[in-house]
């Protein structure tokens, strides 16, 4: 299975509460442009995570399934609703 990386860009803020907490800011495929935002500031920093290279059939077939599983959802409401 061919991977490829994926870089999760993260910046340090303080939240509501006072605590220092991680935010994701953004994601990019390049290594460099990763750098430029560790570089941007000593808050910032970022993930490296592998990606599987069919990740796009594997949103589709994500999207297929929850659309068949409210559709399912709205055939049993519907039959409920019959059945009244």
């Known amino acids: 299975m061919e991977m490829f990386d994926a870089y999760v860009l993260t910046s340090l803020?303080?939240?509501s509460k006072?605590?220092?907490v991680s935010w994701n800011v953004?994601?990019?495929f390049s290594l460099h442009e990763a750098e430029l935002?560790?570089?941007d500031g000593v808050?910032?920093?970022y993930e490296r995570f592998q990606i599987n290279?069919?990740?796009q059939e594997d949103a589709s077939t994500t999207?297929?399934?929850i659309a068949m599983r409210e559709f399912r959802s709205m055939v049993e409401?519907?039959?409920r609703e019959a059945l009244r």
């Open 26 to 28: 953004g994601i990019t």
């Open 43 to 45: 808050t910032n920093d």
């Open 63 to 65: 999207a297929l399934v």
């Open 77 to 79: 409401e519907m039959q």
């Open 53 to 55: 290279a069919n990740w």
């Open 18 to 20: 006072g605590d220092v």
């Open 37 to 39: 935002h560790r570089a």
């Open 13 to 15: 803020r303080v939240d």
